[in-house]
């Protein structure tokens, strides 16, 4: 029995000096790693929060777009932007605002809120957001404005789109040969999707009749341009 509890001692003074070594920093580990797991659930709670909340905004301009009132559209596409930016709800207010201004003559308005799509906004939503302030900058004559937000890569769904306006903008500044060269790489780019489409056998019939729509009045353009030459 003394020999048992010798070895006994033994275990408890090994542990004791293991402890004594690392004790500090397996406490230091696991208050750390306690902090990162509040932290996370603080970060998940206050982004559902702020979805929820603005997701109730989002309601709350649709309704307004849906009877007109300008300024309640205003007003809530600005506290979407203002409080709630970093949420999905943002960008899809702001596109929905920016078309309601433009139907209620605001067009001012309407190109600070694509603008900011197009500074804030992700992937296609972003790309929309692109094109529709290229559009409407084009429609106030500001050609090099609209140009810059034609400027870089787009993603594929958007870059015949992308092509095709910028090849409008460069034949109302009067760049002929420019603005064919747009066409072209538009007509390049519908082909492309479409093989792709294709060969993934994923192209829906209204996605294959929107681009044969689309390469008809390309060619259209192209044609235009050829005999303008002539």
């Known amino acids: ?17 293991w402890w004594k070594q690392y ?3 397996i406490t230091n580990l696991l208050t750390a790693a306690a902090l990162v797991i509040l932290a996370w659930q603080g970060w998940n709670w206050y982004q559902r929060n702020q979805a929820a909340q603005a997701g109730v905004v989002f309601n709350a301009l649709q309704q307004a777009v849906q ?42 308005t309407a190109k600070l809120q694509l603008i900011w799509v197009a500074e804030n906004g992700k992937d296609e939503l972003r790309d929309l957001g692109r094109l529709r302030a290229a559009s409407l900058l084009s429609d106030e004559k500001e050609f090099e ?8 890569e787009s993603t594929p ?20 040969g420019e603005a064919e060269t747009a066409y072209q790489k538009a007509m390049s780019a519908l082909s492309s999707a479409s093989e792709n489409n294709g060969a993934q056998k994923v192209e829906q019939g209204w996605q294959l009749q929107s681009n044969a729509v689309q390469r008809e009045l390309l060619q259209q353009k192209i044609d235009s341009l050829g005999e303008s030459k002539q």
């Open 1 to 17: 029995m003394a020999t048992y509890d010798l070895e006994e001692q033994e275990q408890l003074a090994e542990i004791k000096a």
């Open 23 to 25: 004790g500090g920093l």
């Open 67 to 108: 009877v007109g009132d300008s300024q309640r559209v205003k007003a809530a596409s600005g506290e979407l932007l203002e409080k709630f930016g970093g949420t999905a709800y943002a960008p899809l207010g702001a596109l929905s605002a920016a078309k309601a201004m433009v139907e209620a003559g605001d067009a001012k």
């Open 145 to 152: 404005q609209a140009l810059k937000q034609l400027e870089g």
């Open 157 to 176: 769904g958007f870059a015949a789109r992308f092509a095709e306006l910028r090849g409008d903008i460069l034949l109302a500044q009067g760049k002929k």
